[in-house]
């Protein structure tokens, strides 16, 4: 069982930058850099949306949702089993709750679909006032 804790969220402006963590622990067994991870997000009355994939090992290979893409950044710092995203130039319609995932040995072909993540965080919540 791997469990994953988001933190980082609070309010913030409109232009603002926020940091979201995901700390994974009880790795069941992998090291956590055998995990790809990804973040999703579920604003009020809307389904979950992705936003960032990140690879396993080095996290050299991103995605990233149209959305949030050049001002989002996701990265990784396996020493810690921890996965980041940094979030530039916010807008109110990133107010949401945030999520992590954990997918083990994944290649990020579907890294859209949420069923293909073995793990998942309780999320942080993430609001933008204008």
């Known amino acids: 069982q791997v469990q994953l804790v988001e933190s980082g969220g609070g309010s913030v402006q409109t232009g603002g930058s926020l940091r979201l963590s995901c700390a994974a622990s009880?790795?069941?067994?992998?090291?956590?850099?055998?995990?790809?991870m990804a973040w999703f997000r579920q604003a009020p009355g809307q389904e979950r949306e992705g936003v960032a994939w990140?690879?396993?090992?080095?996290?050299?290979?991103?995605f990233y949702s149209d959305s949030v893409k050049g001002r989002f950044t996701s990265s990784r710092g396996n020493h810690m089993n921890a996965v980041f995203l940094k979030m530039n130039k916010v807008k109110p319609e990133d107010t949401a709750i945030y999520y992590c995932?954990?997918?083990?040995?994944?290649?990020?072909?579907?890294?859209?679909?949420?069923?293909?993540?073995?793990?998942w965080g309780q999320g942080t919540q993430v609001t933008v006032s204008t």
């Open positions: 995932a954990a997918d083990l040995f994944a290649d990020g072909s579907k890294w859209l679909r949420e069923d293909e993540y073995d793990y």
């Open positions: 009880a790795t069941s067994g992998q090291s956590f850099s055998m995990y790809a």
């Open positions: 990140i690879s396993s090992l080095e996290g050299s290979t991103t």
